[in-house]
């Protein structure tokens, strides 16, 4: 079964900081890849996916990551990390035919 | 498009008694929904694959018949903790993949209904 691990527990950054989230997944093949993110008691939201194509996938509010098959890696990046993205980063790969396997998540904290 | 929701939000139940969760897809139609469970600060575990129509797929070391689950049409599933202890105490989380969606496993999210059992 496929396996997602991402290696930052607990990530503090001061604003305007570059962010980089490390994801990693356990096996090959097609793949389709999701970041997701969950904002202090709010739900699950997604920033960005790739299925296919342009190995470089742009997200919402400046987010992006790259798709580095050779590496089983899926990092999440932002240029310049605001107050509001203090949130949990989750990523996630389908295992098997259809449910998501999330990764433990990487707290963010963005301090001013 | 694509929301998600859930009923309720928030609930406090009684040791020994029983929850239902209600997760609706609003604008889509859904054969398959998930339910997840979130302990605080950790991540989302699966719980069981709810398929429209037919029973359950639970992961290994979910009870089902404490867990029981109904997807009764395309737009609706159902959570129910039965007689339930204070350490099912979670945050309880849906997602719903579009009929539509084809080969993608994109999943939609419910905002999550925090349980507290007493």
């Known amino acids: 079964a496929q396996s997602v691990s991402q290696h930052n527990h607990h990530v503090i950054l001061s604003e305007a900081a570059s962010l980089e989230l490390g994801c990693n997944y356990s096996?090959?093949?097609?793949?389709?890849l999701f970041w997701y993110v969950q904002y202090p008691g709010q739900h699950l939201q997604l920033l960005l996916k790739y299925f296919s194509g342009d190995p470089l996938v742009k997200g919402i509010k400046g987010f992006e990551a790259e798709f580095i098959k050779s590496k089983f890696s899926f990092n999440l990046r932002k240029p310049s990390v605001q107050w509001s993205d203090t949130a949990e980063y989750f990523c996630?790969?389908?295992?098997?035919?259809?449910?998501?396997?999330f990764g433990k998540g990487t707290r963010l904290s963005v301090i001013a | 498009g694509a929301v998600v929701s859930q009923h309720p939000s928030w609930v406090i139940c009684k040791s020994g008694t029983s929850v239902k969760i209600e997760c609706r897809s609003l604008?889509?139609?859904?054969?398959?929904m998930f339910w997840y469970r979130q302990f605080p600060k950790q991540s989302l575990m699966l719980m069981a694959t709810?398929?429209?129509?037919?029973?359950?797929?639970?992961e290994q070391g979910v009870e089902k018949d404490k867990f029981l689950i109904n997807h009764a049409s395309l737009t609706l599933s159902t959570l129910t903790v039965t007689s339930a202890h204070p350490e099912d105490s979670s945050f309880y989380i849906c997602s719903a993949r579009d009929i539509a969606g084809g080969t993608t496993y994109e999943q939609y999210f419910g905002p999550g209904t925090r349980l507290t059992v007493t």
């Open positions: 096996y090959g093949g097609t793949v389709n």
């Open positions: 996630a790969v389908p295992s098997g035919n259809t449910p998501l396997v």
């Open positions: 709810s398929n429209e129509g037919s029973k359950a797929t639970y």
């Open positions: 604008d889509f139609q859904a054969t398959t």
